[in-house]
Nanobody, 121 residues
Framework: QVQLVESGGGLVQPGGSLRLSCVAS????????MGWYRQAPGKERELVAN???????NYADSVKGRFTISRDNAKNMIHLQMSSLKPEDTAVYYC???????????????WGQGTQVTVSS
């Protein structure tokens, strides 16, 4: 099967930085888009940033200029460098990958379990 495992969450003060990482492993043929989503208490899950296999990126307006997504195709990994963090960035951050398990299999989105990011003084 396939696993997505996030790491790098934690508690940080406003204005601080964190770097999240996500690695996909298991029976993977190829991965198309990968991305980060977040869900704050009482709110719906929302896109933070995503990146195509060729490196084209897309960001939510709320994080533009503060967050940077990057990708290592050889390692099936993505990272999210978060800077100038605000209390409103507090959420569980989820990694997502749209992948196929074989050359004849369709592509499906797969999700990690999430990592908590708390921005508080």
């Amino acid at each position: 099967q396939v696993q997505l495992v996030e790491s790098g969450g934690g508690l940080v003060q406003p204005g601080g930085s964190l770097r999240l990482s996500c690695v996909a492993s298991g029976r993977i043929y190829t991965i198309n888009d990968m991305g980060w989503y977040r869900q704050a208490p009482g709110k719906e899950r929302e896109l933070v940033a995503n990146i195509t296999r060729s490196g084209t990126t897309n960001y939510a307006d709320s994080v533009k200029g503060r967050f940077t997504i990057s990708r290592d195709n050889a390692k099936n990994m993505i990272h999210l460098q978060m800077s100038s963090l605000k209390p409103e960035d507090t959420a569980v951050y989820y990694c997502m990958a749209v992948l196929s398990m074989s050359f004849i299999s369709p592509f499906y989105p797969r999700w990690g379990q999430g990592t908590q990011v708390t921005v508080s003084s």
